[in-house]
Nanobody
Framework: QVQLVESGGGLVQAGGSLRLSCAASGRTFSTYDMDWFRQAPGKEREFVAAIIGSYELTYYADSVKGRFTISRDNAKNTVNLQMNSLKPEDKAVYYC??????????????????WGQGTQVTVSS
């Protein structure tokens, strides 16, 4: 079992920044990587950012590219999402999710085994 706990959400004005963190724990955590998704009201959950492998290659949804940065702190078992230049359309519940290391279909919700409870991000215009 892997437990994921997100933090750092809140209310921010357009153009502002937030930093989300996802703390992982559990016996089998070392076999998983973690990525970020979000879900806006009335919409499907969508991929936001992934960090892949020991070289920590990063991938982003086009909608957040250049504004968001995903990073990993292996010593603390956390994955972070730095969000800059936030827009009202970034408003959503943000989730971190864990997939087995080596999974090739990252970004596809069905390959993720564990999900956090989510943290709300609201951006005012």
């Amino acid at each position: 079992q892997v437990q994921l706990v997100e933090s750092g959400g809140g209310l921010v004005q357009a153009g502002g920044s937030l930093r989300l963190s996802c703390a992982a724990s559990g016996r089998t955590f070392s076999t998983y990587d973690m990525d970020w998704f979000r879900q806006a009201p009335g919409k499907e959950r969508e991929f936001v950012a992934a960090i892949i492998g020991s070289y920590e290659l990063t991938y982003y949804a086009d909608s957040v590219k250049g504004r968001f940065t995903i990073s990993r702190d292996n010593a603390k078992n956390t994955v972070n999402l730095q969000m800059n230049s936030l827009k009202p359309e970034d408003k959503a519940v943000y989730y971190c999710a864990a997939r087995l290391k080596g999974t090739t279909d990252w970004g596809v919700t069905s390959v993720y085994d564990y999900w956090g409870q989510g943290t709300q991000v609201t951006v005012s215009s």
